[in-house]
């Protein structure tokens, strides 16, 4: 496999809109994408743009969110996780899963719309990594 482009880094928010706030006002983001909801995924998503890769607001969204236990250890917030693209998910997985990485269960569509999937962070190095498959005809 051959790792491909940083595409964003996670951070977890207790408020999306406060957060917003902050890269606008403090960090002079530009470019700050609509939120949306991802039900299914107990997350309500942000994108703020910087030049070399997004910064992607994570909020919880229903009591089932992932991010509650998350933001329990974390109460400002703070680094979730990394992502990187790669060109095959299926190859991706498989690669990851033959060095016994533990992947969290099976490729589902992410917030930029292409597959992805989560590695487990004790196998990581500590950090919770997400493998995207990289969107097409995104020159960024
Ligand atoms: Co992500």
């Given at each position: 496999?051959?790792?491909?482009?940083?595409?964003?880094?996670?951070v977890a928010t207790p408020s999306?809109?406060?957060?917003?706030?902050?890269?606008r006002d403090v960090m002079g983001?530009?470019?700050?994408?609509?939120?949306?909801?991802?039900?299914?995924?107990?997350?309500?998503?942000?994108?703020?743009?910087?030049?070399?890769?997004?910064?992607?607001?994570?909020?919880?969204?229903?009591?089932?969110?992932?991010?509650?236990?998350?933001?329990?250890?974390?109460?400002?917030?703070?680094?979730?996780?990394?992502?990187?693209?790669?060109?095959?998910?299926?190859?991706?997985?498989?690669?990851?899963?033959?060095?016994?990485?533990?992947?969290?269960?099976?490729?589902?569509?992410?917030?930029?719309?292409?597959?992805?999937?989560?590695?487990?962070?004790?196998?990581?190095?500590?950090?919770?990594?997400?493998?995207?498959?990289?969107?097409?005809?995104?020159?960024?």
């Amino acid at each position: 496999m051959k790792l491909g482009r940083l595409n964003h880094v996670g951070v977890a928010t207790p408020s999306i809109e406060a957060s917003i706030a902050f890269w606008r006002d403090v960090m002079g983001a530009q470019d700050i994408r609509a939120p949306f909801d991802m039900p299914a995924q107990g997350v309500r998503v942000c994108f703020v743009d910087t030049p070399n890769g997004q910064i992607e607001l994570i909020e919880p969204l229903g009591e089932a969110s992932p991010i509650h236990s998350f933001l329990a250890k974390n109460p400002a917030g703070g680094q979730h996780h990394l992502c990187f693209e790669v060109p095959d998910i299926r190859a991706a997985k498989a690669w990851f899963e033959g060095q016994g990485k533990r992947v969290l269960g099976e490729p589902r569509i992410g917030a930029h719309g292409t597959l992805i999937f989560f590695l487990h962070p004790a196998d990581m190095g500590g950090v919770l990594t997400e493998i995207m498959e990289t969107p097409e005809g995104e020159g960024h």
